[in-house]
């Protein structure tokens, strides 16, 4: 499986990004997709992820501004980001996962919020 994660960019606070993550290759055999983030400095934490059904999870403190979705005819996931604030700032990092655990990673996309 191999992954391409675009979208990033700068926007004042405030404002939108959408994330995209398109896979191919063993498409079939992921069940998971998942953004992670890392600000310098800070620990990776998990920002939101949706399985292959369409269920979706989110970091508690980004509900309601983030929003996972994925276009399966495009083998595609989104991460729409709302109401960006500085601290949302960060590479932002498009995983999936298949049922035996292994994971593949896309590249990084920066994203930077100025206040």
């Known amino acids: 499986v191999q992954l391409q994660a675009s979208g990033g960019g700068s926007v004042q606070a405030g404002g939108s990004l959408r994330l995209s993550c398109a896979a191919s290759g063993s498409t079939f055999s992921i069940n998971v997709t998942g953004w992670y983030r890392q600000a310098p400095g800070k620990q990776r934490e998990l920002v939101a992820t949706?399985?292959?059904?369409?269920?979706?999870k989110y970091l508690d403190s980004l509900k309601g501004r983030f929003a996972i979705s994925r276009d399966n005819a495009k083998n595609t996931v989104y991460l729409q980001m709302n109401s960006l604030k500085p601290d949302d700032a960060a590479v932002y990092y498009c995983?999936?996962?298949?049922?035996?655990?292994?994971?593949?990673w896309g590249q990084g996309t920066q994203v930077t919020v100025s206040s």
């Open positions: 949706i399985t292959s059904g369409g269920s979706t």
């Open positions: 995983y999936s996962e298949n049922p035996l655990g292994s994971k593949f």
